[in-house]
C-alpha cells in the first residue's frame, strides 16, 4: 500500500509504493529479494530526522522499529550488539541498568542506531570522535540479499568505510559498538561574550571534556556549556526547573518568540537580547548522560551544519557574524558549535581532522535561503565538509572534493550495488 513520507522537519516530502516493518532478518532479506526481482528500489528510514532527503523513498521503505533487540551484552569487553531499529533512547536506558553508557550523544536520543551510524551523527568532546567511531562490527545485508559481516576479524578494511554509509550500501541489520563504563555528567554551564568566547575557544575545547557553545546571532553573549564525565553522585535539577527549562521555556516562550521573530523580523535582535538574558545562567547539576547531553526536541525548524578544522573555529565565526549583519538576515535560532575528535571514515567531516563542527539553524524560511547560501561559502573558505544529515544546497563537485576519499567511496559503493538499489535522487546524484 502506498505510503506518505514525511520527515521530521517537514521540508522532505514524498511517496513510496510499499511500506515495511519487518521483525526479522529473514523478513528484511525477503523484501530485498522481492525488490530486486521487480526492480524496485529500497529505502531504509529510522526516526525520519534527517534534514537532507537521505531517507526520501520511491519505491520500498523499511522501517526497523520492529526490529529493534539488544543482542548481547559483553560487560567484560564492554561491548553491546544491537539491531539497527533500535532507537538510542532505549539503548540508553538498556546500557545503564548494566553499568555501560555510549562514549558520547548528540542532542537528541529519537535516532534508530543505524539511522544515527549511518550519517555520522556526531556529539561534542574533541577526546570524543562521532557516534559511527564507536562501531566494531556491522552486519549489512546487501543489494541481492547476501549478508556481509564487518569486524575486527572479518573484512575489516571495510569498517572506515561502513560506518558512515548514508544508507547507501546495504541494509544496517546488526551493530556491535564500544562502550564505556557508565558515567555521569556534570553540567557547568555559563555564558560570556561574543567577542571574549572566540579568544578562549582553544583553551575551552582543551579543559572540558564535552564543550558546545550557543550563539543567537544580533545578541552579545555565547553560551557556554561545559560538561565533565563524573563518577560523582547525581546532582539533578528539581522536577520544577526542568518543567520550566524543558517544557515551558522551550514549548512557549520560545515558540512565541520565534513565531514573533517570524511575523516581525526586526524583532528578531531583541527577542535573541532577551533570551540571552533568561536562557543563559549560571547552572551546576550532576546527571545522567542523556539528561546533561540531549536537549529538548526543539520546535521544527531548519537546518544546516558544516565540520572545518578546528584551529578555524573563532576566525569562522566572526566571518559568520559579519555575513549575518551584511546581509542584514535576521537570525532567530541558535548557532550551535561544537567539536568532534578526527576520524578515518571515509565519509566523516572529521575524516582525519579535528573538527569544529558549526550548525546554522533558522525558524520559517524568509531568510533561509540567502543564509544557507552565505554560509556555506564562509564553510567552504575554510576547508568545510557538509554534515549529511543536514541540508546542504553545495554542489556535487565542490562536495566531492571536499571529502578525500570521496571517489574511493563511491567506486566501492557501486561495486557492492552495482544496479543502485539503495538510491534515491539525492544518492544517485552523489555517487552516481
Ligand atoms: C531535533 C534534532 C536534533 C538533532 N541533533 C543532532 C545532533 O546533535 N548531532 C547530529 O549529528 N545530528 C543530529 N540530528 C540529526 C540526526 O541525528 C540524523 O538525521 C540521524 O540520521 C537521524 O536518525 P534517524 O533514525 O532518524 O535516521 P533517518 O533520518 O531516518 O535516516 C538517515 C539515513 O540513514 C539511513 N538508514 C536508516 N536506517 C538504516 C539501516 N538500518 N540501514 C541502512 N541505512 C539506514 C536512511 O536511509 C538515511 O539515509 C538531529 C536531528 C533532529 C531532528
Keep these: 500500500m502506498a505510503y506518505k513520507f514525511k520527515n521530521w522537519a517537514g521540508n522532505v516530502t514524498g511517496t513510496a509504493e510499499h511500506y515495511f516493518q519487518p521483525n526479522s532478518e529473514n523478513e528484511i532479506i525477503s523484501i530485498v529479494k522481492d525488490a530486486v526481482a521487480k526492480n524496485k528500489k529500497i529505502k531504509l528510514v529510522g526516526a525520519a530526522h534527517s534534514w537532507s532527503a537521505l531517507a526520501l523513498p520511491t519505491h520500498y521503505l523499511i522501517n526497523l522499529d520492529n526490529y529493534n533487540k539488544v543482542l548481547e551484552i559483553d560487560k567484560e569487553k564492554k561491548q553491546v550488539r544491537v539491531q539497527g531499529g533500535i532507537r538510542i533512547k532505549n539503548l540508553n536506558v538498556i546500557l545503564r541498568e548494566n553499568g555501560l553508557s555510549l562514549a558520547n550523544l548528540g542532542s537528541i536520543s529519537e535516532q534508530s542506531i543505524a539511522g544515527a551510524i549511518s550519517t555520522g551523527t556526531h556529539g561534542t568532546g574533541i577526546k570524543f570522535g562521532n557516534l559511527s567511531t564507536q562501531v566494531i562490527a556491522m552486519k549489512l545485508i546487501l543489494a ?7 569486524s575486527e ?17 546495504g541494509i544496517v541489520s546488526e551493530l556491535t559498538i564500544q562502550c564505556v563504563d557508565v558515567f555521569n555528567l556534570r553540567d557547568e554551564s555559563y ?7 572566540l579568544e578562549k575557544i582553544p583553551e575551552l575545547i582543551q579543559t572540558t571534556d564535552h564543550l558546545k557553545l550557543w550563539w543567537f546571532p544580533h545578541a552579545p553573549l555565547v553560551g557556554i556549556y561545559r560538561y565533565f564525565r563524573t563518577q560523582e553522585e547525581l546532582r539533578p535539577r528539581s522536577s520544577f526547573q526542568k518543567f520550566i527549562d524543558d517544557s515551558f521555556l522551550v514549548n512557549v516562550f520560545f515558540v512565541f518568540m520565534l513565531r514573533l521573530g517570524d511575523w516581525f523580523p526586526k524583532l528578531v535582535p531583541s527577542i535573541n537580547k532577551l533570551i540571552n538574558k533568561i536562557h543563559f545562567k549560571k547552572v551546576s547539576r550532576i546527571e545522567k548522560t542523556w539528561e546533561v547531553f540531549n536537549v529538548p526536541m526543539p520546535p521544527v ?13 573563532s576566525e569562522a565565526l566572526k566571518k559568520l557574524k559579519e555575513m549575518i549583519e551584511h546581509k542584514k538576515l535576521y537570525i532567530n535560532f541558535v548557532v550551535e558549535v561544537r567539536f568532534v575528535k578526527a576520524d578515518d571514515s571515509w565519509l566523516s567531516p572529521a575524516y582525519k581532522r579535528n573538527a569544529c563542527y558549526i550548525g546554522a539553524y533558522q525558524y520559517g524560511d524568509r531568510y533561509w535561503k540567502e543564509y544557507v547560501k552565505g554560509f556555506e561559502e564562509i564553510m567552504f573558505s575554510f576547508g ?36 543502485g538499489v539503495f538510491n534515491n535522487g539525492l544518492t544517485q546524484h552523489l555517487f552516481g
Design 384 to 419: 568545510g565538509r557538509p554534515h549529511w544529515p543536514k541540508e546542504f544546497t553545495a554542489d556535487k563537485d565542490k562536495i566531492s572534493k571536499s571529502f578525500p576519499e570521496f571517489e574511493q567511496f563511491r567506486l566501492l559503493k557501486n561495486k557492492l550495488d552495482p544496479k
Design 301 to 313: 525548524h531548519y537546518e544546516t551544519e558544516y565540520a572545518i578544522a578546528v584551529e578555524h573555529a
Design 144 to 150: 541481492d540479499g547476501s549478508i556481509l559481516n564487518i
Design 153 to 169: 576479524n572479518e573484512n575489516t578494511e571495510l569498517l572506515p568505510v561502513v560506518r558512515i554509509n548514508l544508507g547507501v550500501l
Design 191 to 197: 555564558a560570556l561574550p561574543f567577542e571574549e568566547t
